[in-house]
């Protein structure tokens, strides 16, 4: 076993043109990489991107020249992992540990998008259909995954004890789940989302069994405060967070199925699914300790949604504290 | 001439409790940082942060959030330094006892509203850490000789 080396540091660019992503694929390959690569040192990590995008670069990076002063980059997040060309290793000390700084960027309108990059064929891919793409390092096509739907920067590590690894996120604060709900809020205002919503508030405050009338005014100031919650009509809220409640009370087993049946409406809309999914957190959390039974109700949206619980950083039933 | 080291890779925690942070500072120097360090061969990122945070004060940290990367670079004896720092926040620990185990440094808590007052090193960890406390959305900064903005 030789000696581990350090970590090394790799930057990419995730390139959108409309609902679609450009991916590099080496000719005759299967995998999918983002532009970008290795980046040495002596070079920042920004202008090492801008080099390796080659003749992209006089489109995508900003005072480069080009014939439009080119968009700014956003950050996507940082990934973590070892090992062979899918980074699929989970000890640090295989070859290749790397740290991925990634960026995002949008093809400016008007001018074609090329057909290659540094000897690999470019490819425009649905974001829709991600779910479905070989991308690798896997940790960055997760990355890559989460970011469509939810446009907010991710870190993906390698997990210290082999149990944790596949978490994506680690636990968000409430005031950080807020404030990533918040800035979706303009796509969070289908009458599917609000009904979703609605059903996986009832759902948690049902979780243990009981309703605490003290539980039932919290919804309420909740509601009326969230900039997510807030944009639907609260009288409409109320009457239906009331009617979940009483199916709850009444028929435990008809109540969690209408709510279910609720919570799926948005079953093949990511990214108002991922939103009902942090909503369920937020309100298992905002009172104190999101206790079990709260995380198994949220758990079971999560698999009626066709999530994956690893992507929601949601503790494995069992062993919840 | 100047000759470029290997880009070091650091991992840093934000301890947070209440409105106060914890900011570390060796005796006799006027300037602050945040507890973490380098990542070691064959180490993770998270892992380097709970072994320097043990060391350091004796905590365990459980939950980390992200809240970003900040990338430092600084010229010292005709070495061109380059560190990527990923910088991380954490709830300290209800009932933990402050204090550095480190003999020259002193760990302190505070008011993070006097943050911007002190002299936080490296500076280009201030832009991320501010605008994780303002938005609680991860942001990235680079290396102002390229960028332009810094």
New interface residues.
Partial sequence: MS???????EARLLIRSGDSVLLARPSGGAWHELPGGP?P??E????ALSRQLGALAARLVP?AGGAAPAPAWR?L??T?HAGDDLGTAT???AAA?T?T?L?TVDWPAGPPVPSDWQGHDLVLVDAGLLVATRIRPLPVAVAVRRWVIEE????R????NAGEVGRL?????V??LR??LS?RREDLRSSAFRDAAVAMCALVTAADGKIDPAERDGLRAFVASDPVMSQFSAEELEARFDAHLSRLVEDPPAGRAAAIADIVKVRNRPAEAAAVIHLGEVIGRIDGEFVHSEQAVVLDAVHALGLDAAEFALPAVGNAS | MVSPAPVEISARVLFLRQDRVLLANRRGQPWFYLPGGNVGPGETVEAALRRETREQAGLDVTDLEFIGCAEHVYVENDVRYQEINVLFAADLPWGAQIGSWEFDVDLTAVALASLRGLDLRPVSLRAVIDGWLAHRRPTWYGAPALTGTG
Avoid: K
């Fill in positions: 000696t581990p080396a350090l970590m090394r540091l980046v040192p002596g920042d990590t920004e202008r005072g950050f997040g940082a973590e000890n640090p000390a540990h740290l700084v960026f907010w920067p991710v870190w590590g390698m997990a210290a996120g680690r636990r968000l604060s005031a950080s404030a990533q800035a």
